[in-house]
Every structure is written in C-alpha cells, then in structure tokens.
C-alpha cells in the first residue's frame, strides 16, 4: 500500500516566484508531497495578500498542516498568514532559524525571503523545516500561549 503524500500549500508574490517554482519542482522531485500552488504564476507584479491568505486559510481550515509562504522580504506574506489564528510563521534567512522555528516555536509557514537568500539557503531551510519535529518539552507551554 503507497504512503499518503504529504500536502504543503504554498504562494508567493512576483517577488517570490521563480524561488516558489524551484521549491516546487525540488518537492515533486522527493515525492513525498503534494503540492498545492496558490499562485502567483508569473513574475507580473501582484499583491501579496491575495496569495497568502488562501494559504493561511488551508492552515486554518485543516487542508494541510504546513505551508510555505515567499515575497521579497518575507515580512509582508508572513505577516498575512499569522493572522489566522492557527497559524505560526516563521521568517527564516538562515538554516539554524529554520531549524529552531519548528524546534522550539512549531512554526508551521515557513515565510521565505527571496531577496535576501539564495536558491540553495532556500532550498536547505525547506528542507529542514519539513524534516525537523517539534521539541515540545518547555517549549509546549510557550506555544499554547500564543493564540489569544
């Protein structure tokens, strides 16, 4: 019997384009997921929010557990989706901050800031974001005090 694919939800604006395509053709590649591609779909200047949101939704409404979120900075998208109450988004520009995101935090976006990282840095912080499990421990209670 095959074993359920992952989904991962995913959105970018036209910062974050050829970045989010690159990161979605690496997770076909492993075939351990399913990917659902919120847009943007070219590199035309759009606004960010129509793309994060949708993604924040599936968060909060269970069709996936994690996502991925890109703009410029990161800030703006992940802004977005932490405003869904279910929703802990990490901006990450270096691997150690991805790692200690779903380490200490269970951060479940991962908002990547694809002016400010490399193709490579993005691709190992997916990496581990997918790949690192929540500590719990100490860290349980602090993230069960976030949501108001």
Same mark, same amino acid.
């Given at each position: 019997?095959a ?6 939800g995913?959105g970018s604006?036209h910062?974050?384009?050829?970045l ?5 053709d690496?997770?076909?590649k492993?075939?351990?997921?399913d ?8 590199e035309d %200047?759009v606004?960010?929010?129509d793309?994060?949101?949708p993604?924040g939704r599936?968060i909060?409404?269970? $069709?996936?557990r @994690? &996502?991925i979120?890109?703009c410029? %900075?990161?800030?703006?998208v992940n802004?977005?989706v932490?405003k869904y ?5 990490? $901006?990450?520009w @270096? &691997? ?6 779903r380490?200490h935090?269970?951060a479940?976006?991962?908002?990547l800031?694809a002016?400010?990282v490399?193709d490579?840095e993005a ?10 499990a929540f ?9 069960d005090?976030i949501?108001?």
């Amino acid at each position: 019997m095959a074993k359920l694919k992952e989904k991962i939800g995913i959105g970018s604006d036209h910062a974050g384009y050829k970045l989010k395509e690159l990161i979605k053709d690496r997770l076909v590649k492993d075939e351990l997921y399913d990917i659902i591609d919120f847009g943007t779909y070219s590199e035309d %200047s759009v606004d960010y929010p129509d793309y994060a949101h949708p993604v924040g939704r599936g968060i909060e409404d269970g $069709v996936f557990r @994690r &996502a991925i979120v890109i703009c410029g %900075s990161g800030n703006g998208v992940n802004m977005t989706v932490n405003k869904y109450s279910s929703v802990r988004s990490a $901006v990450c520009w @270096r &691997a150690k901050i991805a790692e200690l995101a779903r380490l200490h935090n269970d951060a479940n976006v991962l908002a990547l800031p694809a002016r400010f990282v490399s193709d490579e840095e993005a691709l190992e912080m997916t990496e581990i974001f997918l790949n690192t499990a929540f500590e719990g421990g100490r860290h349980k209670n602090r993230v069960d005090k976030i949501c108001l």
